[in-house]
């Protein structure tokens, strides 16, 4: 980036080289308002990168071109009387609390180590010693070994007064002004050395205020509280001007025509020694562009040689403007009045003509007020028949006519006075009162366009010699074919053919000799846009001007071709003047100039002014153009100067509302910067620190990230704003518009780097996909597990149900073998005792035997069954108190539904229609144990009970108990019974 400073820098001094020989103006300056304080302006300097600093009495101000800054703290807080540029980064400010060194690629002060003096009014290096002049004496500062050392005012050093206002240092020699005298520094015998300067009788003491050199005439100009010296130290001479006699001479500089400027508390002089002429500059209250006020403390010629005034009411910069040069209204006329331009011409009589929306003005020289005319209407003296003024003709015979709102008027010279003439068509139905145009065509006929009142045919000299009204040779109107009948221009091509202009009704061509009206059909580019200007150029082409381009048409094949102008907005064109192969195009946007040849576009962004006329002058080889109480004069040369593209720096930056200042570095030495997700409200402040530019260069700019396309800034604007901007990496890209109207090839690129809130960080995000991961695993688990006792539950209902049907199965079988065996066991046991036959006997006895062990074995299986059904059905029992009963009714109910595994007390308290807090504290009071425990101690007794029958499988009556987990089942009933399910049976 400081290769782009020290391009700057190269630019500038190159850029002074070529405007030699252009002249500044100090009838119009820009005002420059620091701040409601800061008013009295001490100084001035320029750094490296080309920032204008200004000590003011307020403290350290900056300016960049658009607007200025203030940079105050403890220590530049003071009242700042000088200020030294040291080096590439810092700045020594002489104050009236000292002498303080500030670093302003940081923005911040830094200490020194060592007590300056108060009250500082001068500075300025000379072989790495820092000398400086305060009210309190002169003192040199060794800048490298950091010490201060005091030089008294006595006879032993030769310093005439220990009150220093101002030091400099020519052909390496150090002046000294004081508050009583001037000297030169000796440096062989260490002391200084008196200059003699003519006496000032009405004054006891020569208070020196200011020194300048000045390497041209080779002399030091001294500016005391009385007059003005020359010194010249090869004569070891001195004089007086006795132009300054009795002022108080405050300041001095060099302009760029080597002229003396000269700040005094009675406004500001200009000295031409060549011409020994003096001019007196000072403030008037009704022109808000002159001087700002008549006390001016320092002038400052930066490296544009633009001229800065400071004085005792803030800034006026006089730019040294090698483009074009402005001239008020009141210096043609030397009144205050003002009118708007819309026709300018001069004559071939070198007179200047400028008409407008108050008159015309009647200007021999635009210098010499004394001799101008203003004609207007219900003037005595200088009648004009309307104030609204829209052509100036001269014709062939080098008469002047005029076109206005109250049609058209000749100027007779010797009369000074205007010839007012009303025209008429044969039927009297249309009049020219509103002239708009006129031309005279190679039969001595003025074709005159009017708004609704088509185009009239008059001879020039039966017209001239006529009273009255006049009645025209011909009218066109709609009726004989036209487009419309308001008609803003008219135009002759080669052929003596008329080319037509209306008010949003397109172009016709009229063919005088076989009296034939076409209408022209324009580029379809443009059929939306109304044509809003037109011209015939030298060659025979017209040029038809749109509010996005022009067309250029050949009238012998009607063949066009479209040059745009403008490739961000839309500007309507005002004004087109032919100069040799260009046309200079005043337009809404700026002024254009297009090279007829190569088709080449150029344009000239002036800040502010709309031109609403425009003329050529081959005399002066200047152009002219008319805005709003001013004329603007244009130098064509200036098109063949190259053109230099200045680097953009970001001067400000301003978040959520505040200035933002960054911890090590200036914004202005930035490429990048990088903010949290609560600073997404931007504002940016930038320049390209040019000040000679009264044009205003147009700026584009977008931010890649949010800007698809260019947005285009208003001139005179350095601000971007951006709301709400969300986190992530964005690209500024900031350019100025060529002369061309394209962006540049070298865009300043601002990198701007918002971090997310810490809930969008990496960090945050892997956490995300961390929980989400665990997340998705603990529903994965939970169905599994929902699945897994939806497996269980359907194996435990099948489970119970077989269990069941092999008990109903056993007892059936048992009803069944029951009666059939007692079939058999009656008649054998009637039978045994008659059988003699031990064999038989002994068969029959076996079947005995086996029949009653079958019959023991149902009438088991029946006993167990009716012990199933007394211990899940609780016998009627008699009651003798409300707490048994309690109880009696908790425990049927359990057991009738001891297989439900959500068998709770909520169950519990829906079953009986109890309180749930009740039934938890009866059972407690009753058993000792909670509901929960009472319930599953009910559970693992009649699990015991099933487990003793050794009918059943452990799991089989886990199910029918209401567990769900074997584990859990185990260790429930280990701990009830000390022993584990598959072990009690057995023992």
């Excluded at 002036?606 to 081959?618: E, H, K, M, R, S």
């Amino acid at each position: 980036m400081h290769g782009k400073f020290l391009y700057g820098f190269l630019f500038s001094f190159l850029f002074v080289f070529c405007l030699h020989g252009q002249k500044a103006d100090y009838h119009t300056f820009e005002n420059i308002v620091l701040s409601a304080d800061a008013s009295a302006i001490n100084c001035f300097a320029q750094d490296y990168q080309g920032l204008i600093w200004m000590g003011s009495n307020r403290g350290l101000y900056s300016y960049d071109g658009f607007s200025a800054q203030a940079h105050t703290s403890i220590e530049t807080n003071n009242q700042v009387y000088c200020i030294l540029i040291l080096n590439k980064s810092h700045l020594c400010l002489g104050t009236d609390n000292g002498v303080f060194f500030y670093n302003y690629q940081t923005d911040q002060s830094e200490p020194s180590g060592v007590v300056f003096p108060t009250d500082v009014r001068t500075m300025t290096v000379c072989d790495s010693i820092l000398w400086i002049g305060s009210l309190k004496g002169l003192f040199r500062y060794h800048l490298q070994n950091h010490t201060l050392e005091n030089i008294p005012a006595n006879e032993s050093s030769g310093l005439p007064h220990q009150t220093i206002y101002s030091i400099i240092q020519s052909d390496h020699t150090l002046y000294i002004g004081t508050y009583n005298g001037f000297c030169k520094y000796v440096p062989g015998t260490g002391k200084f050395e008196k200059i003699a300067l003519p006496s000032d009788f009405k004054r006891s003491n020569q208070f020196i205020n200011v020194l300048l050199e000045d390497t041209l005439r080779k002399c030091i100009w001294i500016g005391t509280e009385g007059t003005l010296y020359k010194y010249v130290p090869a004569q070891n001479r001195a004089e007086a001007l006795n132009h300054f006699r009795n002022n108080s001479v405050k300041s001095l500089a060099i302009d760029p025509n080597e002229n003396l400027l000269v700040g005094t508390d009675n406004g500001l002089y200009v000295y031409d020694e060549e011409s020994n002429s003096v001019q007196h500059i000072v403030h008037d209250s009704r022109n808000d562009k002159s001087l700002s006020n008549n006390i001016i403390w320092s002038i400052f010629s930066d490296r544009e040689r633009n001229s800065w005034l400071g004085t005792d009411y803030n800034i006026s910069l006089a730019r040294y403007n090698k483009a074009f040069q402005f001239i008020p209204i009141s210096r043609i006329t030397g009144i205050g009045n003002g009118n708007r331009f819309h026709a300018l011409f001069r004559d071939s009589r070198k007179n200047f003509w400028l008409g407008g929306t108050n008159g015309l003005i009647f200007a021999p020289s635009l210098n010499h007020p004394e001799t101008s005319i203003w004609y207007r209407m219900g003037d005595s003296n200088y009648p004009i028949s309307h104030n609204r003024i829209r052509q100036i003709y001269e014709d062939k015979d080098h008469q002047l006519w005029i076109a206005s709102d109250g049609s058209i008027s000749r100027y007779d010279y010797p009369e000074k006075q205007f010839v007012h003439y009303s025209i008429i068509d044969s039927t009297h139905t249309y009049n020219s009162n509103w002239a708009y145009d006129l031309f005279e065509d190679d039969r001595g006929r003025l074709w005159i366009a009017t708004c609704l009142g088509g185009i009239f045919v008059v001879d020039k000299q039966r017209l001239m010699q006529s009273t009255g009204v006049y009645v025209a040779e011909r009218n066109y109107t709609v009726q004989d074919g036209l487009s419309g009948s308001f008609v803003n221009r008219i135009a002759p091509d080669k052929k003596g053919n008329v080319w037509v202009l209306f008010y949003k009704n397109g172009v016709n061509k009229i063919d005088v000799q076989e009296n034939k009206i076409t209408k022209i059909l324009l580029d379809a580019e443009n059929e939306n846009n109304q044509p809003d200007y037109i011209l015939c150029d030298n060659e025979g082409f017209i040029w038809i001007g749109f509010p996005n381009g022009l067309i250029r048409m050949d009238p012998e094949n009607n063949q066009s071709k479209f040059i745009r102008l403008n490739l961000f907005n839309t500007c309507e064109i005002l004004s087109m003047v032919e100069e040799g192969r260009h046309l200079w195009i005043s337009t809404t946007e700026g002024v254009w100039i297009v090279d007829k040849q190569t088709e080449k576009v150029q344009n000239l962004n002036i800040v502010n002014n709309l031109f609403t006329a425009g003329f050529y002058d081959p005399t002066s080889g200047k152009i002219y153009l008319g805005a709003s109480d001013e004329l603007a004069l244009f130098s064509p040369s200036l098109l063949q100067e190259s053109e230099i593209n200045a680097p953009v720096i970001l001067t400000a930056l301003y978040v959520n509302g505040e200035l933002y200042h960054p911890e090590n570095l200036s914004v202005r030495y930035l490429n990048e910067i990088k903010l949290n997700y609560k600073q997404n409200n931007l504002i940016l402040e930038f320049s390209d620190l040019q000040y000679y530019n009264e044009q205003g260069n147009k700026f584009v700019y977008r931010l890649e990230g949010i800007d698809t396309k260019w947005n285009i800034l208003k001139q005179q604007t350095n601000r971007i704003s951006y709301q709400n901007v969300e986190y992530g990496k964005y690209r500024l890209i900031i350019s100025k518009l060529d002369s061309s109207g394209e962006p540049s090839d070298t865009p300043f690129v601002f990198m701007i780097r918002i971090t997310p809130p810490w809930y969008y960080t990496t960090a945050a995000k892997c956490i995300y996909i961390l929980l989400i991961a665990g997340l998705l695993l603990w529903i994965f688990i939970f169905f599994r597990m929902r699945n897994n006792l939806r497996i269980e539950r359907i194996e435990r209902e099948k489970t119970l149900e077989f269990s069941n049907l092999k008990i109903d199965f056993y007892n059936n079988v048992s009803h069944e073998f029951k009666t059939p065996l007692n079939l058999i066991i009656n008649p054998l046991r009637k039978l045994l005792p008659d059988i003699k036959d031990n064999n038989k006997k002994i068969q029959l006895e076996s079947v005995m035997q086996n029949a009653l062990n079958l019959n023991e074995l149902i009438q088991q299986q029946l006993k167990q069954k009716i012990t199933f059904e007394t211990l899940t059905t609780l016998k009627p029992v008699e009651i003798t108190s409300p707490d048994e009963k309690f109880l009696s009714e908790m425990t049927g109910i359990i057991e009738d539904r001891i297989s439900d595994l959500d068998l709770n007390v909520n169950s519990l308290s829906i079953l009986s229609g109890m309180g749930s807090k009740q039934i938890y504290r009866k059972i407690k009071q009753l058993t000792g144990k909670s509901p929960v425990e009472y319930i599953r101690s009910i559970r693992l007794k009649k699990a015991a009970m099933l487990l003793s029958q050794n009918k059943f499988t452990v799991s089989e009556v886990m199910y029918m108990v209401g567990f769900s987990s074997p584990s859990y089942f185990s260790k429930c009933f280990q701990a009830e019974f000390g022993k584990s399910p598959k072990k009690y049976p057995e023992e």
